[in-house]
């Protein structure tokens, strides 16, 4: 891969913008969490509850995630200083 070809592909750790048309969608899958969330909040303390709460956080980054990453529409903007301007998934 040539060094220009870097400057075109995007950023797997850098942000994604999403598009507004999946804006609603995130939304949707954030309350559906957060239901789930108030659910595990009636638990009794534990650390057990403490781990199902925060891998019910990670499952919830990683399924916005995947909605934007997959999303043809998502860019990433420019990331100060990379060198790379705003790429367009295609």
């Known amino acids: 891969m040539a060094d220009d070809d870097f400057t075109t592909q995007p950023n797997p750790f850098g942000y994604f913008k999403p598009h507004e048309d999946m804006l609603p969608l995130i ?8 239901v789930v ?3 595990l909040l009636t638990l009794p303390a534990s650390r057990q509850r403490s781990i199902a709460i925060t891998e019910l956080e990670t499952s919830a980054m990683w399924a916005i995630k995947g909605l934007v990453l997959n999303d043809q529409k998502s860019t990433q903007p420019n990331e100060g200083g990379t060198g790379v301007g705003s790429v367009t998934r295609a």
């Open 27 to 34: 939304q949707e899958v954030r309350e559906a969490y957060t």
């Open 37 to 39: 969330n108030k659910f």
